[in-house]
C-alpha cells in the first residue's frame, strides 16, 4: 500500500453474543423488522467487519472507490435517472425490485439508524463510516444480482449469498438459526439450497470492489457475468424457492435471465 495512505486506526472492537441472540429470536418472530438483523450482526461481527475493511483499502479498485467516496445512497435515490435507463438494465431492474416490494433506498437507513441507537454506537470514524454504508446499501442490489426475492425464503438465500462475500459471524448466527426454522418444508432440501447460495456468493467475484454508479447503467445480464454471478439455472436446477415461514406454501420458480 501506498505510504502516502493512511487510515484511521480500528475503533474498540466489542463483541455482544447476548445482545445478538435476543436480537436474532426477535427478528425470528418477526422478520419484517430489518433494524434486528442489523443488530444481531453488529453485536458480534466487528472484527470480520474490521478486516474486510482492511481487505478492501489494501485493494487497487478498493483504495480507488475509498479516496473518492462515491455516494451509493444518492445513486439508488435518483429514482427519476434509474427510470430513464434502458430496459434490461441492472439500474431498471433495481428499481422494479424495489417499486414491487414498495421499498426505498431509506428503508435501509433507517433501520441501520435504530440498530444503532439499540447498540449505543457512536459514529466517531468517517472513514469506517463510508464504508459500513456503503456495505449496507449493496443489500437490495444484491438481491437483484442474485435473483433472490423479498420473501422469507429469498431474505435468507440472500443472506447465504452475502456470507460467501462477507463472513460476518453475526450472519453465520442467523443462518445457523433460519437453517432449523426455514421456511420451506423440506428439512434436507433448505439447508442444502443455502449452501448452494453461500457457495454462488463465495465463487464471485469480490461484490464489495464493484462500482455499482457505473454498473447501474449497464445490461443485468452483463453485470452478473462480468461479476462471476452463476446462473440461476446453475446453481439452483429446481428452481428458486419463494417460501413464508408462517404460512407455510413454498413453491419454486425457476429463474429466467439469470
Do not use: C, K
Request: proline share 6%; hydrophobic share 45%; no cysteine.
Amino acid at each position: 500500500m501506498d505510504s502516502s495512505f493512511v487510515v484511521a486506526p480500528p475503533p474498540p472492537l466489542r463483541i455482544e453474543w447476548r445482545r445478538a441472540w435476543r436480537a436474532m429470536r426477535a427478528l425470528l418472530a418477526d422478520p419484517d423488522r430489518t433494524e434486528l438483523a442489523f443488530e444481531a450482526i453488529s453485536a458480534v461481527s466487528a472484527r470480520d467487519f474490521e478486516r474486510l475493511f482492511q481487505r478492501f483499502v489494501a485493494d487497487r479498485e478498493g483504495r480507488r472507490l475509498f479516496t473518492e467516496r462515491p455516494s451509493l445512497l444518492d445513486a439508488l435515490r435518483d429514482r427519476a435517472r434509474l427510470r430513464a435507463l434502458p430496459d434490461g438494465s441492472f439500474g431498471r431492474a433495481y428499481l422494479a425490485f424495489m417499486d414491487e416490494a414498495q421499498l426505498s433506498a431509506d428503508g435501509l437507513v433507517d433501520a441501520d439508524r435504530i440498530s444503532e441507537q439499540e447498540l449505543g454506537v457512536v459514529r466517531i470514524d468517517p472513514d469506517r463510516t463510508w464504508f459500513s454504508e456503503r456495505l449496507r446499501d449493496m443489500h437490495d442490489l444484491w438481491h437483484v444480482l442474485s435473483g433472490y426475492g423479498r420473501d422469507e425464503a429469498g431474505e435468507a438465500a440472500n443472506l447465504a449469498f452475502s456470507y460467501g462475500q462477507m463472513p460476518f459471524r453475526g450472519i453465520a448466527l442467523i443462518l445457523i438459526a433460519v437453517a432449523f426454522l426455514e421456511p420451506h418444508a423440506n428439512r434436507v432440501t433448505w439447508p442444502r439450497y443455502l449452501y448452494r447460495a453461500w457457495r454462488r456468493g463465495r465463487r464471485a467475484a469480490p461484490l464489495t470492489l464493484a462500482r455499482y454508479e457505473e454498473l447501474l447503467l449497464r445490461p443485468l445480464d452483463e453485470v452478473r457475468a462480468l461479476l462471476g454471478i452463476a446462473p440461476v439455472s446453475a446453481v439452483h436446477p429446481a428452481g428458486v424457492i419463494v417460501a413464508w415461514r408462517r404460512s407455510r406454501v413454498p413453491h419454486a420458480v425457476m429463474a429466467t435471465g439469470s
